[in-house]
């Protein structure tokens, strides 16, 4: 058997505006926290022997973390497309739009369609990557839209678009 794993599928570049300005403060957060960690990893490193040193292997591995963040967001910025303007037809489904739906039992969501690199900051936020936002993707208001997901198929109504 080989190692060999396939490289995840490329994501969206889209993004909200809000999204861009909190990756945009996390990269400027992570470089002074890298500071802090390159002080705190030179002075573990004079203490003196470095393989028992559990401050220092501790700094280290923290460091790593840090620069492969960092690594993601300089590599990711630069792609990012920031939308900021309503599509001409609020009545159809785009990215950044906020998507009530009734499902068959009557019950309500709400979903908010972001990009990949933001849709863990609400509970709500679906990423444009999702089946969901696939699917639902240039629907219009009252569509119903079918949703395979690996527990079957789910059936919604689309009944608020808001942007």
């Known amino acids: 058997m080989s190692r060999y794993r396939q490289p995840a ?3 969206s570049p889209y993004i909200t505006p809000q999204g861009m300005q909190i ?3 996390e990269q400027k957060a992570i470089w002074l ?3 802090q960690v390159v002080a705190a990893l030179s002075a573990a490193a004079a203490e003196g022997d470095r393989s028992e040193n ?3 292997i501790y ?3 923290e460091l790593g973390e840090i ?3 960092i690594r993601y967001l300089q590599k990711r910025l630069p792609d990012l497309k920031v939308v900021d303007q309503k599509p001409m037809n609020a009545d159809r489904v785009y990215f950044g739009a906020t998507v009530k739906l009734e499902d068959v039992k009557d019950s309500i969501r ?3 369609i972001v990009g990949p690199d933001e849709f863990d900051r609400e509970d709500h936020y679906i990423s444009i990557d999702s089946p969901l936002a696939k699917a639902l ?3 219009e208001l009252g569509e119903e839209v079918s949703v395979q997901v690996p527990g079957g198929v789910h059936q919604y109504i689309i009944i608020d678009i808001q942007y």
Do not use: I, N, S
Request: glycine share 0%; net charge positive; charged share 60%.
């Open 137 to 139: 993707l240039k629907q």
């Open 54 to 56: 559990a401050e220092y």
């Open 110 to 112: 709400v979903y908010r």
């Open 23 to 25: 990756l945009e403060a």
């Open 67 to 69: 620069d492969r963040r």
């Open 33 to 35: 926290r890298r500071r």
């Open 59 to 61: 700094r280290k591995k």
């Open 9 to 11: 599928p490329k994501k």
